[in-house]
């Protein structure tokens, strides 16, 4: 088969729940299985997974709608082999949890499947998902005492409320950590588990629903060295392990929640002319771009 | 005739990652009795059961998406990889990161509750904002220590006021460590590790009484940083503020006569929870009897040890009050690129561990 050639190059692509995973995946079928707006010629050359539930995607992706949440069950894994004119060769894309869950499984418990711990040695490079919307933050509280030390003079009353309104302190739990401790967890198990390579590892980072940060005039890159701060340093800081781009990526082109942007989106022809990628002040539609940012040879980079 | 009990079944759950039902196995959601409804995954379809219809669990796969016998993602319940436990490192965990890297050890020392573990996890925890002094994060082999430490000092906890959560004293007062790798413009590699003590404040109790307690902390010598703290809290104090600058110059005396503190040591007076200080009606009182014990326990130590500093610190002081105002940054910095150890010397020496627990053992009895 084609895709068994030597040139298939394999990436893992990762995210914690609601990271945009699903969405990515919906457009990026949409595009490599239609010719309307499939100017990179993608296609699919080989697909393992629930095809229906992918189809699912897909369809509420072109009209506009929520992508489901993918609830967790067994069959979380889907892997899809690309090619296409805009990619140097066939690419492999493996979700080996797409609901996201299971990573933060992995990161509690201590122990992955040995499957997964073979096929991270073997991948050319990752994608990683975080969003905006769903990142967990860590809240040191006495920032957040400081804020209410801020707006209010009345500190004593403030302390009798907060005793007042108090529940019982939650207990420490390891799969509600904070998303970019998970992911530096993840990257760092998976450069551990590879052992020295002399190539760095390429991770594409997919900031998702970049749309509603485009208000905030920030790059993408500048947003994930603010916001996520522990992974960005994390990944920076060893540039003998990671080489590592950042993408805004609006897979909707919009807030669909906002019924006039969705009836706007919904006009254009071609779904696939709603997709904005953001890098470098580039903005564009072009979904492979990630793909091909991963596949680049290490001279043009 | 004898009545009958009723065979249950007990269904293996075929989620990824949930070895329930298994021996020694738990439910991949943290329920403790998943058959009880509350689970959302359970019973996933696909499992096997047990005293009903029996599948083995090399038998039952989570993968529906075999390819060559093999899977990604999914796994047979046998065929589970242990990652790094990401917890405090032992002394056989630390001799292996100094044997491997240029590393800065540091000892945290101080009695019970004068803010070691809050000193350490508000450095940790500061690198979620950004760069510290400087030095950006680049990894740890303790996440899930830090993280645990510092849960209580965070939103996410639901508490009315920060804590921090308590050393635990092994049962054989065991050396335990958290570590840090951050970027250092000074190291060749570009990046430093740092191994820092989390030791219960019962040991440094023992090492004020007894020099013998000290000696058998292997990691002294080694240190490149001995932070000897003093809590800001009981400075306030009146009626405690000698005790606890007595209490310091104990644990150093002990340390000196032992002979753990050297040339090589970069001894740190460090008085924590200043923000406390300073919004006393004392604080200027406090200043000077804490200026006073510096330079007395710098009289004392100095002659003995390759450098002498002193630090003020206000470890929950918000980050955005700026960097500068905690002093826990530059604390960090200086455990960062100072050291007077030599290289080559540059492992803890862990030989006859056996004994040092046996010590410990008696010495956890002697204070009981």
């Known amino acids: 088969m084609t895709h068994d050639t030597a040139r298939k190059r394999t990436f893992l692509v990762a995210g914690l729940q609601s990271s945009g995973k699903s969405t990515f995946l919906a457009a990026l079928w949409h595009i490599a299985t239609n010719d309307d707006g499939n100017e990179q010629g993608l296609s699919v050359v080989d697909f393992r997974g629930e095809r229906g539930y992918v189809q699912q995607l897909e369809t509420s992706w072109v009209q506009g709608e929520v992508v489901p949440h993918t609830r967790r069950a067994a069959d979380n894994r889907v892997e899809l082999v690309l090619n296409g004119a805009s990619l140097s060769g066939p690419i492999s894309l493996t979700l080996p949890d797409l609901s996201g869950e299971d990573f933060r499984a992995y990161f509690a418990n201590r122990e992955w499947p040995s499957s997964l711990d073979e096929f991270v040695q073997a991948i050319d490079g990752i994608l990683l998902f975080v969003n905006p919307l769903t990142l967990v933050q860590p809240r040191p509280l006495s920032e957040v005492l400081a804020i209410e030390d801020s707006i209010s003079l009345d500190r004593q009353s403030d302390d009798i409320v907060r005793e007042a309104s108090a529940v019982d302190p939650t207990p420490w739990d390891p799969q509600r950590a904070p998303c970019s401790v998970v992911l530096v967890d993840l990257l760092a198990t998976i450069t551990n588990r590879r052992g020295r390579r002399a190539d760095p590892l390429r991770v594409a980072v997919i900031v998702s629903a970049w749309d509603t940060m485009e208000g905030a005039q920030v790059e993408p890159a500048r947003w994930f060295q603010r916001d996520v701060a522990l992974l960005d340093q994390y990944i920076r800081s060893n540039p003998r392990l990671f080489e590592v781009e950042v993408f805004g990526v609006s897979a909707q082109g919009g807030d669909i929640l906002d019924p006039s942007v969705r009836e706007t989106l919904l006009q254009q022809a071609n779904p696939t002319d709603r997709v904005r990628i953001t890098c470098n002040g580039k903005i564009d539609s072009d979904l492979t771009r990630p793909l091909s940012w991963l596949l680049e040879d290490e001279a043009l980079t | ?149 510092c849960h209580e000092s965070r939103d996410a906890s639901e508490r009315v006021n920060p804590d ?61 940083h001995f932070v000897q703290l003093l809590d800001g809290e009981l400075l306030l104090d009146m009626s405690r503020r000698h005790e606890t600058a007595a209490d310091a110059r104990r644990i150093l005396q002990s340390c000196i006569t032992a002979g753990v503190l050297t040339k090589r040591s970069i001894v740190q007076i460090v008085a924590t929870k200043w923000d406390l200080v300073s919004a006393s009606a004392d604080k200027v009182a406090v200043l000077a009897f804490w200026n006073a014990k510096v330079a007395s326990l710098e009289k004392l130590v100095a002659p003995h040890v390759g450098g002498f500093e002193a630090h003020i610190t206000s470890a929950r002081t918000a980050v955005s009050a700026g960097g500068k105002a905690s002093g826990v940054e530059d604390l960090m910095s200086s455990w960062v690129r100072n050291s007077l150890q030599k290289p080559a010397a540059s492992h803890i020496e862990v030989e006859n561990p056996i004994i040092i627990r046996e010590f410990d053992r008696v010495g956890l009895r002697s204070v009981k």
């Open chain 2, 1 to 149: 005739m004898s009545a009958s009990i009723p065979e249950v079944a007990l269904v293996l759950c075929a989620t990824p990652g949930c070895t329930y039902g298994l021996e020694g196995g738990r439910c991949v959601n943290g329920i403790a009795d998943p058959t009880d409804g509350r689970c959302p995954d359970y019973p996933n379809p696909g499992a096997g059961e047990i005293n009903g219809t029996t599948t083995s669990s090399e038998d039952i796969t989570t993968d529906s998406l075999t390819k060559d016998g093999e899977s990604i993602g999914g796994a047979t319940r046998a065929s589970f990889v242990p990652l790094s436990s990401a917890q405090a490192l032992n002394a056989e965990g630390a001799y292996r990161v100094t044997s491997e890297r240029q590393t800065r050890v540091v000892v945290v020392s101080g009695l019970t509750r004068t803010g070691k573990t809050t000193l350490v996890t508000n450095i940790y925890d500061r690198f979620h904002a950004g760069p510290v002094a400087g030095h950006s994060f680049a990894g740890s082999q303790t996440l899930l220590a830090f993280e645990e430490w």
């Open chain 2, 164 to 224: 921090t959560k308590r050393s635990p004293l092994t049962i054989s007062g065991e050396q335990r460590f958290l570590h840090l790798c951050v970027t250092d413009d000074q190291s060749e590699t570009g990046l430093r590790d740092l191994l820092i003590s989390d030791l219960h404040g019962e040991l440094f109790e023992r090492v004020r009484d007894s020099s013998a307690a000290a000696v058998a902390m292997t990691v002294l010598p080694r240190a490149d």
